[in-house]
């Protein structure tokens, strides 16, 4: 065990090395449950994830849920008194590939453990591929409320350079099934920008995401994450790197298409139907607002009260942890003042409701004050009077240049 200069614990530690801030009992924490099993890896994926054949015979599902169960008592003993769960997701790797009966006992085993507040929003990812009518039926009758379906793209040559096994027309056909099956919420996730892709590529991805009928859409430019076959793929001279200014202008014709079909931006890379605050991922909004998250799996990350902490990545040694009577510990950071500022600014100028000018100190007001005068904010009051700078059109694609101008002295 080692602590660095910032403060943070280091190692695979045991519970002992977690102190949970006491907390509003009333206050709803957000859950994250991580699955980290894929049938084949993408090349541009730097998640924690592993193929049946990385793995070997050291871990697999049946070994994941004993542990994920165990994880879950361990964690709800954890905090004094256990607070209610407002929104569950689980995340991945690829969910869908435990079927929805394995969803389910999931769920079940959050149920024993953790009281869910009444309308709470449960999510999980699902790959295209591994999803069916019968699986959304029973996803739904477990209790999930929302679909999160990873679609990419709708060229064939897009995905095959992605690594993507799933076929140009399964993820509006998954959509499509999932609506069927009563999800009154379903999101698509793109990636653009992937080496290839043209205009033409791009609009036709956005007429499937339309023709889905999802409420909800998140589109990401493709990042070429060091370690991954992609790195290396362009590190060779076999792909070209991607062009932040294709980047910038795909991002644009994104925003213009949703926009145009009645969905409104949230969050810089999301948009939901407008009109409809529950199409808008509850979860994922904790994270933006500061909110408190406990976070269960392998290299799952949590943050509460101030304090953020990591597990163990690997499923073997997470799941010999927990079967110690430890939770699986890796690292634990107590954050300053300065650091939530921090991450309070940077967080809140990616939301549509922008960053209050309350929160920040003379100085940042009047550099986050030029940023309107640059155009890359607007100025708005809210109903209490109070006024807060939001991205503008042109700010979103700036939004980290934005944030470094508002917190960083000249």
């Known amino acids: 065990m080692t602590r660095d200069e910032t403060g943070a614990t280091r190692g695979e530690s045991g519970a002992q090395d977690l102190v949970v801030p006491a907390c509003d009992p009333a206050t709803p924490l957000g859950l994250y449950i991580h699955v980290p099993f894929c049938a084949t890896r993408c090349g541009y994926c730097d998640f ?72 709470a929003e449960i999510t999980t990812e699902s790959n295209p591929e591994s999803t069916s009518p019968r699986f959304f039926d029973g996803l739904l009758t477990a209790g999930f409320t929302r679909v999160s379906l990873g679609m990419q793209s709708a060229a064939p040559h897009v995905l095959a350079t992605l690594d993507r096994v799933h076929t140009p027309g399964r993820a509006v056909d998954a959509a499509r099934e999932a609506a069927a099956a009563g999800f009154a919420h379903v999101n698509l996730d793109v990636i653009y920008g992937t080496p290839g892709e043209s205009d033409a590529d791009l609009d036709a991805t956005l007429d499937a995401v339309l023709a889905a009928g999802v409420d909800h ?143 920040l100190d003379a100085a940042e007001r009047a550099r986050a004050l030029e940023t309107v005068e640059a155009g890359l904010t607007v100025l708005v009051s809210d109903r209490l009077g109070g006024d807060r700078v939001v991205l503008s059109n042109r700010g979103r694609l700036l939004a980290d240049g934005v944030v470094r101008q508002v917190l960083t002295d000249p």
């Open 48 to 119: 924690n994830t592993y193929t049946a054949g990385e793995l070997g015979s050291d871990s697999s599902p049946d070994t994941w849920h004993a542990a994920i169960a165990t994880e879950l008592a361990l964690a709800a003993a954890a905090m004094t008194p256990t607070r209610p769960i407002s929104t569950v997701f689980v995340g991945g790797g690829t969910p869908s590939l435990l079927g929805a009966a394995g969803l389910a006992s999931v769920l079940d085993a959050v149920r024993d453990h953790f009281d869910l507040l009444p309308g």
């Open 217 to 359: 859409v998140s589109a990401y430019a493709l990042i070429v994450e060091d370690g991954t076959a992609m790195a290396r793929r362009v590190r060779r001279g076999e792909l070209p790197a991607p062009d932040d200014d294709v980047l910038a202008d795909r991002y644009e014709a994104i925003d213009a298409r949703l926009h145009a079909a009645g969905m409104e931006w949230y969050e810089v890379s999301n948009w939901a139907q407008a009109g409809d605050p529950q199409a808008r991922c509850r979860h994922n909004i904790g994270y933006w607002d500061s909110a408190d998250w406990w976070g269960i799996g392998p290299g799952a990350h949590s943050h509460v009260g101030g304090v953020r902490w990591s597990t163990v990545r690997h499923p073997g040694r997470h799941a010999s942890t927990l079967a110690a009577g430890r939770l699986p510990v890796a690292a634990v950071e107590v954050l300053d003042e300065t650091e939530k500022h921090t991450e309070r600014v940077m967080l809140a100028i990616r939301r549509d409701s922008g960053l209050p000018l309350s929160e």
